[in-house]
């Protein structure tokens, strides 16, 4: 983690001193000191995530709002964990901060309508049909174009918060990267489990969802190659990526934020 502390952060030593004395006294002035030695977690979390909410959240939002969750840190840190605080704090802040921009509606409602009704639509299809229905089929029922519903896919694909690959790299900047060497025990630790999630999540994908990833992400096909080897339209193989890694970010996001 790339941190800007300053010169006169606390030690981990003084740090669990003030922190026993905050439990014991319950001083708001102890926690305020607190707060302030670990005001750099949020400000760093908020400048790397201010171009996810570019027009969105204004960054001293951002750092309101984890200077807030920053606060609940410290009624809620277990040392017990064997984590630091400072790990436990930005994992939680980040956290507290995406779920903001979201809340600031970063994807349009239409785009959300959008992406529920198609669902809605080819759930409903695959039921009657006893398959996938196609992207004729798909538009035909929603009253739409193929033209038309390509485009609204397009939108709903393009939607995604954050990317698979952004998802890794947001991992790498919290200093648990898939591929750190040299890392400390507690890095290691993390970045195991780290792995073992990312692992159990794409087994838990189904078939079609695995190749996609597999064919896109390892494989560096095209969405128009994955296509042909799937047989289905480009727009459906790109909405199949959107899903898998809907799911993917969703179950580490899990496991980072709580």
């Known amino acids: 983690m790339n941190f800007h502390k300053n010169e006169n952060t606390f030690t981990e030593e003084v740090f669990l001193q003030k922190l026993a004395q905050y439990r014991k006294t319950g001083s708001n002035a102890v926690r305020n000191e607190l707060v302030m030695n670990f005001a750099y977690i949020p400000q760093t979390a908020a400048i ?3 171009g996810l909410a570019s027009g969105y959240a204004q960054v001293d939002d951002m750092v309101n709002q984890g200077i807030m969750t ?8 277990d040392e017990e964990k064997g984590i630091t605080f400072e790990y436990y704090a930005f994992m939680r802040v980040r956290g507290a901060i995406i779920d903001l921009v979201r809340k600031q509606d970063w994807v349009p409602r239409r785009v959300r309508e959008q992406d529920k009704k198609i669902n809605a639509v080819r759930n409903e299809l695959s039921n009657e049909l006893m398959r996938e229905p196609t992207d004729r089929e798909l538009a035909e029922r929603l ?25 890794i790299q947001n991992m790498s900047q919290m200093g648990t990267s898939l591929e750190a060497e040299g890392m400390s025990p507690e890095k ?28 896109y992400y390892y494989e560096n096909l095209t969405f128009a190659d994955i296509a042909q080897v799937l047989d289905v339209s ?23 934020y709580g």
């Not at 606060?71 to 840190?77: K, P, S």
């Open 48 to 50: 790397q995530l201010r």
């Open 70 to 77: 920053l606060m609940d840190c410290i009624d809620h840190f």
């Open 143 to 167: 009253g739409v174009s193929e033209e038309k519903l390509s485009g609204m896919m397009a939108e709903v694909n393009g939607s995604t918060v954050l990317s698979f690959e952004e998802l």
């Open 234 to 256: 480009v727009q459906r193989a790109s909405q199949i990526n959107a899903r898998a890694v809907k799911k993917l970010r969703e179950a580490m996001e899990k496991y980072l």
């Open 188 to 215: 290691q630790v993390l970045a195991d489990e780290l792995k073992q999630v990312l692992a159990k999540a794409i087994d838990e994908l189904g078939e079609r969802e695995r190749l996609v990833i597999s064919l």
